[in-house]
């Protein structure tokens, strides 16, 4: 069984949808597949999330919806404040407990995707990235193909790396029009982040993550 934590450089980077097609892609392959998201901010009327939703679509695998999304807020802001609003506390090792209830399924392929970026805060001691020191797997980049790209990708490596948790992999995404100088940009990530490039997702309309599968490859 392979497990990741699937992050980005920011938030509207395309997380859900790179973990979606990288769902199809590992089911291409004759696997088994579950994914969680243990934090959502931003539902709809009946408390449920988009991407949460998203992921239960592309994944093999028949869970309920509470345990793909155990902590669902309403609002669409950040989450730790959604959950101050809320009246909650977001713990690091109670999700990551949620996360290893679904790790220890019959899955042979699980993704944990993050919110926002590696930092983003859980409270006012933890942040997203405790969740998947917690849990100990390989973690999946997803990098926004546009300016600025660069410098939020090889700082969110330094900070994988610092927490001692292994950048298994990155995905070059476009989630707009193609950037200028994209292949110029593309080769000095290769060149910089020292980990494995899983493949390149241009700007699909409409979005189809089996066609995305098809540019994809696993984490070795």
Request: hydrophobic share 45%; glycine share 10%; net charge negative.
């Amino acid at each position: 069984m392979a497990s990741y934590f699937v992050t980005g450089t920011d938030t509207e980077v395309g997380k859900t949808a790179v973990a979606c097609a990288l769902l199809h892609r590992a089911a291409q392959e004759g696997m088994r597949t579950a994914a969680v998201k243990p934090v959502a901010a931003g539902c709809d009327e009946q408390g449920q999330n988009e991407d949460a939703l998203a992921l239960m679509a592309a994944m093999t695998e028949s869970m309920p919806y509470q345990q793909v999304n155990p902590v669902a807020l309403a609002p669409a802001i950040a989450p730790h404040i959604a959950a101050q609003q809320a009246g909650r506390r977001l713990q690091a090792s109670r999700l990551a407990g949620f996360c290893r209830g679904v790790m220890s399924g019959p899955a042979d392929f699980v993704l944990i995707e993050g919110a926002g970026g590696w930092r983003v805060p859980l409270g006012p001691r933890e942040t997203f990235a405790d969740i998947a020191r917690e849990l100990q797997v390989g973690v999946i980049l997803v990098v926004a193909m546009r300016l600025g790209c660069i410098n939020h990708a090889l700082l969110t490596a330094e900070a994988i790396r610092r927490d001692g948790l292994p950048l298994v992999g990155w995905v070059a995404n476009s989630p707009g029009s193609t950037m200028s100088c994209y292949e110029e940009n593309l080769t000095t990530l290769r060149e910089s982040l020292g980990a494995p490039l899983l493949g390149e997702i241009p700007f699909l309309t409409p979005w189809d993550p089996k066609i995305a599968a098809d540019r994809l490859k696993l984490p070795a």
